[in-house]
């Protein structure tokens, strides 16, 4: 059972442009959610996160929505860069610190030059 | 580079045989995690270890064990391997909170 879905396995946008990456989430208790970012042959690096009180968090070019009626968060990159192209995982806790990391299968993002 | 370290990088073994992977977290990073990344899949929590003990238990089977040793490094041992069971290991850890882990760089088992 997959608490936490990345639905689209790939996702090729143009430099420059907005990258749109979506995650869906199962468990109404999850109160923390968090985008990791890997390149090959490295382990996960973290991105950007939000907590459940907020719909918005935003650094620099990457910005995180959080939908808590719909289960539902976005990862926006803009503008889109060749070094942006790694695989995106979105991961979601409950309490805020206390329990496992759930992620996602994640989305291959290829940024084409 | 995250600071946490993990050997050996690549592992190629046989079913059935047993196997060690390493994982040395950074430095006052009390916490470390296992997960395990196999083909399409996300990563899978395995288990976490809190300054020695055991804190929380994911999907690990009973053929698959680990420990946290005083120096606070830890081992992920796995047993009568099955071609499943080849994965990318990744180790990853934190002082205390879940929430802000940092990575190490995995370890390759291929199981042939």
């Known amino acids: 059972d997959q608490q936490v879905k990345q639905n689209s396995p790939s996702l090729s946008v143009q430099e420059g442009r907005i990258s749109i990456l979506n995650c869906d989430y199962t468990n109404s208790m999850f109160d923390y959610f968090l985008w990791y970012k890997k390149y090959p042959a490295e382990g996960p690096t973290f991105l950007i996160s939000i907590s459940s009180i907020k719909d918005k968090n935003e650094d620099g070019r990457f910005t995180v929505f959080l939908n808590k009626s719909a289960k539902h968060l976005s990862l926006h990159i803009v503008p889109s860069q060749p070094g942006d192209s790694a695989v995106y995982f979105c991961?979601?806790?409950?309490?805020?610190?206390?329990?496992?990391?759930?992620f996602g299968k994640g989305t291959r993002l290829s940024v084409i030059a | 580079d995250s600071g946490v370290t993990q050997t050996p990088k690549h592992l190629i073994t046989a079913t059935g045989q047993r196997v060690t992977l390493r994982c040395s977290p950074r430095s006052g990073d009390l916490s470390v995690y296992w997960y395990q990344q196999s083909l399409d899949q996300g990563l899978q929590f395995l288990i976490q270890y809190y300054n020695g003990e055991e804190r929380a238990k994911g999907n690990i089977l009973e053929r698959f064990s680990a420990q946290q040793f005083p120096d606070l490094h830890s081992e992920l041992n796995l047993s009568s391997l099955e071609l499943g069971d080849s994965a990318l290991y990744f180790c990853?850890?934190?002082?205390?909170?879940?929430?802000?882990?940092?990575f190490g760089p995995g370890t390759r088992l291929t199981v042939t």
């Open positions: 990853a850890s934190s002082v205390q909170r879940t929430d802000e882990q940092y």
């Open positions: 991961a979601a806790l409950r309490n805020s610190g206390n329990t496992p990391l759930v």
